[in-house]
């Protein structure tokens, strides 16, 4: 019987994270034939090179898909798109994929689902469903739900919103988030062994900073950084590790002023261009609180029982749980939105929070269904009416 073909596409440290169960679930299927594109990010050596994790960790990269220019400008994006549909456009009529698996939301993901659905590939998309309204994301997000045939959601609300876009049920899936896989099955790193591991040593108190920029403002993101770096003044005892922004619009100017305050305050902070999920989730594990607009800070952290911090609107309208604290992008919000977290009161109701994003096993779940289902025709879709099925 012929191998149905996946083929999984990575842009990211973070969402590869988020895809390396699957991945290893599909390339243990005797009936599979695990495909893997690397691109954006991974191939970029002031991103890390972080194409390097994937194969260490025992994967073939089938193809890689240079396509981001040196430019994080409006006009440096587009071009990068472009460069990406041209790149994946080529891959795919290379490797010959049954099926192509992405997630999320970023420009090089909306490049790599144009080029598949214009070869009429079926496109499984994980982490529709959900709104993120500070960012451009939002669009491409939606956008990429209805370039797909499958879909995998995080959670109920979100399973609702992509049928709302006219997306059949019977191929919308809420088997809950990937990243819980990651929690669950990985064995993290003790304090010493952390501590090692980033040849830094944590404080009486801890914080781990993650931000981006909010790429619909067109204002730039130093005087809102500014203040959150500002904030940390009133917590000099209080030691900051710093994960760096992404490849989106202005995030090499957070960059930038991340490099700077860590040279200013080289005893108590840190920055990393990639920690890795081992050492990220390790990292949740031993600090006080995370501070931020990622959107682990949502999903994977309140699973740690650790307040989260999230500044600003770029996760607006997201499910959130208790152990989130939203803060306006002031110094004065941010140190008393600290203050609350790290107060007993809150502390102590921490270890009431519940993940909203499901409980693991996930990417099990989305391999039977990628394994399973009949493909046939599945490329030509119907638009599910809401308003006409009461």
Not at 28 to 35: F, K, M, N, S, V
Not at 208 to 216: D, G, Q
Not at 295 to 318: C, H, M, W, Y
Request: charged share 25%; net charge negative; aromatic share 8%.
């Amino acid at each position: 019987m012929k191998r149905r073909k996946i083929c999984v596409i990575t842009g990211t440290r973070a969402e590869y994270g988020l895809l390396t169960w699957l991945m290893k679930e599909i390339n243990g299927d005797r009936e599979l034939d695990l495909q893997v594109i690397a691109t954006g990010m991974h191939l970029s050596p002031e991103f890390g090179l972080t194409y390097k994790q994937i194969e260490q960790d025992g994967f073939q990269i089938d193809a890689r898909v240079e396509m981001l220019l040196s430019s994080d400008s409006p006009v440096g994006i587009s071009k990068s798109i472009g460069l990406g549909t041209i790149g994946f456009a080529d891959a795919y009529e290379r490797l010959q994929p049954d099926l192509v698996v992405i997630l999320g939301d970023r420009f090089e993901i909306l490049a790599a689902a144009q080029a598949a659905m214009i070869a009429r590939i079926p496109i499984a998309h994980l982490h529709g469903g959900e709104t993120t309204e500070g960012v451009i994301d939002e669009a491409i997000r939606h956008a990429i739900t209805k370039m797909s045939h499958l879909h995998f959601v995080a959670a109920e609300p979100y399973r609702q919103r992509v049928i709302q876009l006219g997306e059949d049920p019977q191929r919308v899936f809420n088997f809950g988030a990937p990243g819980i896989d990651n929690i669950v099955k990985l064995e993290l790193l003790d304090r010493e062994e952390f501590e090692n591991s980033i040849s830094f040593s944590l404080g009486q108190r801890n914080f781990l900073v993650t931000y981006h920029p909010v790429t619909l403002y067109k204002q730039g993101p130093e005087r809102a950084f500014e203040e959150l770096l500002r904030s940390f003044d009133e917590y000099p005892e209080a030691h900051v590790i710093f994960t760096k922004s992404n490849a989106d619009t202005d995030g090499r100017i957070i960059n930038q002023m991340i490099d700077e305050y860590v040279r200013a305050n080289s005893g108590r902070a840190v920055a990393f261009t990639s920690l890795g999920q081992l050492r990220y989730l390790s990292a949740i594990q031993h600090v006080d609180v995370v501070i931020g607009n990622s959107s682990s800070g949502l999903i994977e952290v309140p699973l740690f029982k650790k307040a989260t911090i999230n500044l600003g609107d770029r996760q607006s309208g997201r499910l959130k749980a208790d152990s989130v604290i939203d803060c306006n992008e002031k110094k004065e919000d941010i140190v008393n939105a600290i203050s609350i977290a790290l107060s007993q009161d809150f502390q102590t109701s921490l270890a009431h929070i519940e993940s909203l994003y499901g409980a693991g096993n996930v990417a099990i779940q989305i391999k039977n269904v990628l394994k399973m289902v009949n493909l046939d025709g599945i490329t030509v879709k119907k638009f599910y009416d809401m308003l006409n099925m009461s």
